[in-house]
């Protein structure tokens, strides 16, 4: 017993949660906690916008949003590579669907009302993998942007 016990405090305490497949679900969804990440802040308005996103896409309810959502943490974790994500959602998804994945990334990025140079550049780094020119990934920021009041930070 007392063995168990110190387990708890060694780590994971011999629970492990299985990593998700990188398909295209996971990787939209892990881009968009690294998103919500890249200024070192990871608040509720982005993960409430995270659920908000993979609830429309994918007909799920709050609750399988947030396992889901959950899931994909676990996967932007495991997954330093930003273009890795980004090649799984290219490979697997059609043009206009890249233009759709943008569009739930800016909306993250802009939850907070606030938009910063490292969520920039991790954007445009992400537009650039999914093969989004930047004309496209110009006027999907634009109006994202409008859809909500945001400042530079």
């Given amino acids: 017993m007392f063995d168990r016990i110190l387990s708890l405090f060694s780590g994971n ?21 690294r998103a919500a990440k890249a200024d070192k802040a990871y608040l509720f308005e982005e993960v409430e916008q995270i659920d908000k996103v993979l609830s429309k896409l994918y007909n799920l309810n ?9 899931q994909c943490e676990l996967l932007e974790e495991e997954m330093p590579d930003t273009e890795n994500l980004a ?5 697997a998804i059609s043009v206009e ?9 800016w909306s993250v990025v802009f939850a907070d009302g ?4 490292e969520e920039d550049e991790l954007l445009h780094a992400v537009e650039a ?25």
């Fill in 97 to 105: 669907d890249r233009e759709a994945a943008v569009t739930a990334l």
């Fill in 87 to 91: 090649g799984i959602l290219h490979d």
């Fill in 129 to 153: 993998a999914l093969g989004v020119s930047p004309a496209d990934a110009k006027r999907l920021h634009d109006t994202e942007m409008a859809k909500r009041p945001v400042r530079r930070g």
């Fill in 13 to 33: 305490g011999g629970f492990h949660t299985e990593l998700p497949a990188a398909d295209a679900r996971t990787a939209l969804g892990a881009l968009m906690v």
């Fill in 114 to 117: 606030v938009e910063h140079e």
């Fill in 62 to 70: 709050p609750v399988q949003a947030a396992k889901m959502r959950a």
